[in-house]
């Protein structure tokens, strides 16, 4: 069990039976009234985002979620196929249960799969992933004055913000968290 006073964000928790993580949390305090603690939770098997309050200091069971570190193989036909590599065994995760993950994986990668109940159910990717860009403008001499940033694209096909000085075929290391851009890799 967890207290709703221990709620951080990536904090894994069951909630009417399904896994979900913590996206945000707010712990507010009315005048007279308890506190409470206004949740934002996103189903990990759904993928979909809900709003729950609960009382401060409230337990919610912990998941009982497993992880597995995998490599990742190939996609085909919208299935990601991935290898134990301790069995060798391979699974296929679909691109719904990969979410916004299937942007960041390169042939290759470990990553961690998250098992509720035996089923392999989500991927965690590392925080940072180092990514080529395949397709960007070019940076115009003077342009930098403003701090601006322009789009590009990645090997693995996601699109990022990135500063002007960064041409095709940089190496950028991405944050997988937030989607954005954090400095090239020499």
Same mark, same amino acid.
């Given at each position: ?8 964000r ?25 506190a409470f ?8 098997k ?28 190939? @996609?085909?036909?919208? +299935? *990601? &196929?991935?290898? #134990?590599?301790?069995?060798y !065994?391979?699974?296929?995760?679909t =691109?719904? %249960? ?11 990668? @470990?990553?961690?799969? +998250? *098992? &509720?109940?035996? #089923?392999?159910?989500?991927? !965690?990717?590392?925080?940072?992933? =180092?990514? %080529? ?11 930098t ?7 590009a ?20 290391k ?13």
């Amino acid at each position: 069990m967890i207290s709703t006073n221990d709620f951080r964000r990536g904090t894994k928790i069951e909630y009417k039976g399904e896994p979900y993580i913590v996206v945000d949390f707010q712990h507010v305090k009315i005048g007279r009234g308890g506190a409470f603690v206004r949740a934002k939770l996103k189903g990990l098997k759904s993928g979909k985002i809900i709003e729950e309050t609960f009382g401060a200091g409230d337990k919610v069971p912990k998941a009982d979620l497993e992880e597995k570190e995998m490599q990742y193989l190939y @996609n085909q036909d919208n +299935l *990601y &196929y991935f290898m #134990d590599n301790e069995t060798y !065994e391979q699974i296929p995760l679909t =691109e719904e %249960q990969l979410g916004d993950a299937k942007l960041y994986l390169k042939e290759n990668m @470990n990553v961690y799969i +998250l *098992y &509720y109940k035996q #089923d392999p159910i989500a991927v !965690e990717l590392p925080n940072f992933v =180092e990514l %080529q860009v395949v397709e960007t403008e070019p940076g115009v001499r003077g342009d930098t004055a403003s701090g601006g940033s322009k789009p590009a694209k990645l090997e693995t096909g996601a699109t990022v913000k990135v500063p002007f000085h960064i041409n095709e075929g940089d190496v950028i290391k991405v944050d997988t968290r937030t989607g954005e851009y954090i400095e090239r890799v020499k």
